[in-house]
Nanobody, 125 residues
């Protein structure tokens, strides 16, 4: 079982920035695990935000391209989501996710085996 812990959510004004972090437990070869960020707003389905492969290849959802950046630090077992130029529509609970059996990234939520409990991001307009 892999437990993921998100941090960094909060309240920010439109146009501002936030940085989310996700810590994975030690004891695994973190570089072999693909990681992703998803979000879910009230009344909406879970939405793909960004993913990063074990090798560092990144992919983004269309709504966040050019504004969000996903990165990973394999030495610290962490993945980070830097969110800039935030909009009110970015308001959601953000979830960190991990694929246990492959380093290949995916935009499909169903491909992820482990999830964090989520962190709230609220952008005021």
């Amino acid at each position: 079982q892999v437990q993921l812990a998100e941090s960094g959510g909060g309240l920010v004004q439109a146009g501002g920035s936030l940085r989310l972090s996700c810590a994975a437990p030690s004891g695994r070869t973190f570089s072999t695990i693909a990681m992703g960020w998803f979000r879910q707003a009230p009344g909406k389905e879970r939405e793909f935000v960004a993913t990063i492969s074990g090798a560092g290849a990144t992919y983004y959802g269309d709504s966040v391209k050019g504004r969000f950046t996903i990165s990973r630090d394999n030495a610290k077992n962490t993945v980070t989501l830097q969110m800039n130029s935030l909009k009110a529509e970015d308001t959601a609970v953000y979830y960190c996710a991990a694929r246990s059996s492959t380093s290949l990234s995916s935009w499909r939520a169903g491909d992820y085996d482990y999830w964090g409990q989520g962190t709230q991001v609220t952008v005021s307009s």
